[in-house]
């Protein structure tokens, strides 16, 4: 069984899960900034756009964290399918821009091998198990996981 110990969250965001909250939305604005720059467009104006979106996506935390917990990850809002053709879109963009897209394209590389695992059956969230274990994998490691210490 899971615990439910919460990790401590400080508000200097000391924290891993605050760290990795932050490094993914820290990465994902300044990839947007930078193709945006590319186009002429300052990343002040693009700034309230990201701000807008990142307090939509708190929205859907706890949906997301319901299916986690279950490890079950039907395609409610989107199939991998979908997700992958705005993941190839944001790559051929960046790549036409002369932007790295190492990291988008090591997304893109893990959404396709899942997708041709079990096209049309889950969404974003069964990448979590990796695309070779998918989400079956991801749940057996998480009722494997060891209680904390105390």
């Known amino acids: 069984m899971r615990s439910s110990v919460r990790p401590p969250v400080s508000r200097r965001c000391t924290t891993w899960p605050c760290w990795a909250s932050r490094g993914g939305a820290l990465n994902a604005f300044l990839?947007?900034?930078?193709?945006?720059?590319?186009?002429?467009?300052?990343?002040?104006?693009?700034?309230?756009?990201?701000?807008?979106?990142?307090?939509?996506?708190?929205?859907?935390?706890?949906?997301?964290?319901?299916?986690?917990?279950?490890?079950?990850?039907?395609?409610e809002d989107a199939?991998?399918?979908?997700?992958?053709?705005?993941?190839?879109?944001?790559v051929r963009e960046s790549a036409s821009a002369g932007i790295?897209?190492?990291?988008?394209?090591?997304?893109?590389?893990?959404?396709e091998r899942r997708n041709r695992r079990e096209p049309h059956r889950h969404t974003r969230?069964?990448?979590l198990g990796g695309a070779e274990e998918g989400p079956e994998g991801l749940a057996a490691r998480n009722r494997r996981a060891p209680e904390p210490s105390t």
């Open 79 to 90: 199939t991998l399918e979908t997700h992958l053709a705005t993941i190839k879109y944001l």
């Open 100 to 111: 790295d897209i190492d990291w988008p394209a090591r997304i893109q590389s893990l959404t």
């Open 125 to 127: 969230l069964s990448l």
């Open 31 to 75: 990839h947007g900034a930078v193709l945006l720059g590319a186009a002429k467009v300052d990343a002040a104006a693009f700034a309230p756009f990201a701000n807008q979106w990142l307090v939509c996506v708190t929205g859907f935390h706890q949906r997301l964290a319901d299916q986690i917990d279950r490890g079950a990850y039907p395609a």
